[in-house]
């Protein structure tokens, strides 16, 4: 069967199309005639520094990027275009193949070879290809087992490889002997711990996410044992993991994300020997509401830090919470609520967001040198105001109200109590009564309500409205979210 000109949606963040008549079956490097040209502007080349790099330097520091970054960065200008590696990207996928083949399932189930075939046809096909691009890229969506598609695309060294199927990854050390192999994400599948049995390193790989993943006992131990290179590496409601425990140092992780919501799973314990890591994001949601042992002292580099759970780990210490990270310039906290006064002291602190936190009045913030401050919340906090900040630039702060007065006197109130912040405050102010809307915040003074400083309305200061439409299924009534956001003024 001819299977080209099959149409199977391509990858979002490539561009541009091949007049190859396999094109509609995947994605193509972008050309120098498919980039939009933008008008030119007034600015000189002055203002662009990377102009006065050499080429060569310029195409090895995006080198670095992955192919999503560098369609986006080859749109920049000109000069980066022309110094964007060359990528290569394959988008196979069987659902797609399959439905726009064979539309019925019964004849897709006597037609399976054939998706092997037309992978094998359209690695023949864009042989040539391969090998000019610089980056190679390979997406997978699979339902069955993957062994002979392996087996079928190696030889290509992908750098980039994107899996998302049903079975087992017993394969996995199997895909590791490629000596290109950069970067792996997973997606809804299983990993063993026996798949590791063996001696082999996966030395290549830069950069790995497990998204849905199922991971038994020690899995991911003995799995980021066997990349002592890596250096980015997400966690995404991956399911059974009771621990996040790399007993070997990682010398050169640089960042680390681990997000798991509404997880049944209780994490237990999390340590990270990481000397050079730098961004660490935490954001944990369990249902049995107990602290995680974290133990991350090893971090000392660590600039970017989000602490989104519901208890403060224990292991970190809230009298010295910042003191383990000299260098930490980025802090953003979300309930953390802890029974003893979690103490936030740090000089090279530059931006701090507390979200929906649930610290108490015994709290302080002090951060001299902070330059934006952020807090979002359902009442506002004046005790967490951050104290002698004098190069603040930027302050914004958010509530989600839902109480039964919002009115004009509740506006003056609450600007009394921000005169404390910098004069420049960009209020949000988000309301799920559209009773509360109409009702209550188009009072207004009787006179001129604008003449004295302080005693301005609320309408003086709108700066944008905004309304969102909130419907949780097709049965319930559909809800509107009222967004007010003022820029404050304050002399």
Not at 134 to 162: Q, S, T
Not at 178 to 205: A, D, M, W
Not at 232 to 248: D, H
Not at 367 to 391: D, I
């Amino acid at each position: 069967m001819n299977n080209a000109g099959v149409g199977v949606d391509p990858v979002r963040y490539d561009q541009g199309f091949s007049s190859d008549p396999m094109a509609d079956l995947f994605c193509m490097s972008q050309t120098i005639e498919q980039i939009i040209k933008k008008p030119k502007n007034s600015r000189t080349n002055s203002d662009d520094p990377t102009l006065r790099l050499p080429h060569h330097i310029l195409h090895s520091i995006f080198s670095y990027l992955t192919s999503q970054d560098l369609a986006h960065v080859r749109l920049v200008s000109k000069n980066w275009h022309r110094n964007t590696p060359s990528y290569f990207a394959l988008n196979l996928d069987q659902s797609l193949f399959f439905k726009k083949i064979f539309p019925t399932a019964i004849i897709q189930s006597q037609f399976r070879n054939k998706y092997t075939d037309w992978v094998h046809s359209c690695l023949e096909t864009s042989k040539s290809k391969l090998n000019k691009a610089e980056k190679r890229i390979l997406r997978i969506y699979y339902d069955e087992n993957i062994n002979e598609i392996m087996r079928l695309i190696d030889g290509n060294n992908f750098h980039e490889v994107y899996l998302r199927f049903k079975d087992s990854l017993d394969y996995l050390p199997y895909m590791f002997r490629s000596t290109c192999f950069t970067l792996l994400h997973l997606n809804r599948c299983s990993i063993q711990p026996h798949i590791f049995h063996g001696e082999e390193k996966f030395n290549s790989l830069q950069e790995l996410k497990l998204d849905s993943i199922m991971l038994f006992g020690e899995t991911l131990s003995i799995f980021i044992s066997k990349c002592p290179n890596i250096r980015e590496l997400s966690l995404v409601n991956c399911m059974f993991l009771r621990s996040i425990v790399f007993p070997t140092k990682l010398d050169r992780l640089k960042k680390l994300y681990v997000e798991l919501m509404n997880s049944c799973f209780s994490i237990t314990k999390v340590q990270v020997i990481a000397p050079s890591l730098q961004v660490f994001q935490f954001v944990y949601r369990d249902q049995s509401h107990v602290a995680v042992n974290m133990d991350i002292r090893a971090c000392r580099m660590l600039r970017e830090f989000h602490l989104d759970c519901l208890k403060f780990p224990i292991g970190l210490d809230p009298q010295n919470f910042c003191s383990d990270f000299p260098r930490l310039e980025t802090l953003l906290m979300g309930p953390c609520e802890a029974s003893n006064t979690v103490k936030i002291s740090s000089p090279s602190l530059r931006k701090l967001i507390l979200f929906f936190t649930r610290m108490y009045e015994h709290h302080v913030v002090s951060a001299p040198n902070l330059c934006t401050y952020e807090y979002v919340g359902t009442t506002f906090k004046p005790f967490l105001n951050p104290s002698a900040a004098p190069n603040l630039l930027e302050t914004r702060i958010g509530l989600a109200y839902n109480v039964e007065k919002i009115n004009r006197a509740w506006f003056l109130k609450l600007r009394t109590r921000l005169q404390h912040f910098s004069n420049n405050i960009l209020l949000t102010l988000c309301i799920r009564d559209e009773k509360e809307v109409r009702e209550e915040l188009k009072s207004r003074k009787e006179g001129n309500c604008c003449s004295c400083t302080m005693d301005k309305c609320w309408s003086h200061f709108l700066k944008e409205f905004e309304v969102h439409e909130k419907k949780s299924s097709e049965k319930d009534k559909l809800k509107f979210v009222f967004k007010f956001t003022w820029q404050l003024i304050i002399s």
